[in-house]
T-cell receptor
Framework: GNSVTQMEGPVTLSEEAFLTINCTYT??????LFWYVQYPGEGLQLLLK?????DKGSNKGFEATYRKETTSFHLEKGSVQVSDSAVYFC??????????FGSGTRLLVRP | DSGVTQTPKHLITATGQRVTLRCSPR?????VYWYQQSLDQGLQFLIQ???????AKGNILERFSAQQFPDLHSELNLSSLELGDSALYFC?????????????FGEGSRLTVL
């Protein structure tokens, strides 16, 4: 079945460091891909999305490119801030009625 | 604020009991999703409703049931509770029912079973 695999956390970085969180997927057809973020004590919220191959989603300095050849959707940010500390979830939407989430990657940014 | 309201925010109960979690979707959203988030299982899809009809079912136990009412709010009923049911239960809503696009999540209901 369709699935999403994320790198295990926690990822600990110093402020202004470069961030990469890896995400790969397995799916039939042409899914849409998403990154959601969960700040402490809150629900998930959409960070960015891409609906077709080679699309780049971006928001708040975060970027991810839909790579069909490598079935990947890695999340990147050039300079992280303490306020970026959260759990990040990669997800896909196929032809079904639900979003399939990865296990989440916790990011901790230290001042 | 996502516009999705979940009650209660916290709930502590005993094994064998039954609880009901309530969700009010964003205004105008027809689709409601329920997810369970636990430390060892991650975010698991339970069930989805669209305009009052069940559309998709995931890893939902037979002890659990849900429904969506004519005013579009939804309830998740959990019965014969076990220690392993302790988790954060999220409701999410979206405008469309298929395929799943952007979901708007509530803040969750944290259930603790003692």
């Amino acid at each position: 079945g369709n699935s999403v695999t994320q790198m295990e956390g926690p990822v600990t970085l110093s402020e202004e460091a470069f961030l990469t969180i890896n995400c790969t997927y397995t799916a039939t057809g042409y899914p849409s891909l998403f990154w959601y973020v969960q700040y402490p004590g809150e629900g998930l919220q959409l960070l960015l999305k891409a609906t077709k191959a080679d699309d780049k989603g971006s928001n708040k300095g975060f970027e991810a490119t839909y790579r069909k050849e490598t079935t990947s959707f890695h999340l990147e940010k050039g300079s992280v801030q303490v306020s970026d500390s959260a759990v990040y979830f990669c997800a896909l939407s196929d032809s079904s009625y639900k979003l399939i989430f990865g296990s989440g990657t916790r990011l901790l940014v230290r001042p | 604020d996502s516009g999705v309201t979940q009650t209660p925010k916290h709930l502590i109960t005993a094994t064998g009991q039954r609880v009901t979690l309530r969700c009010s979707p964003r205004s105008g959203d027809l689709s409601v999703y329920w997810y369970q988030q636990s430390l060892d299982q991650g975010l698991q899809f339970l069930i989805q409703y669209y305009n009052g009809e069940e559309r998709a079912k995931g890893n939902i136990l037979e002890r659990f049931s849900a429904q969506q009412f004519p005013d579009l709010h939804s309830e998740l009923n959990l019965s014969s509770l076990e220690l392993g049911d302790s988790a954060l239960y999220f409701c999410a809503s979206s405008v469309e029912g298929w395929p799943a696009g952007e979901l708007f999540f509530g803040e969750g209901s944290r259930l603790t079973v003692l």
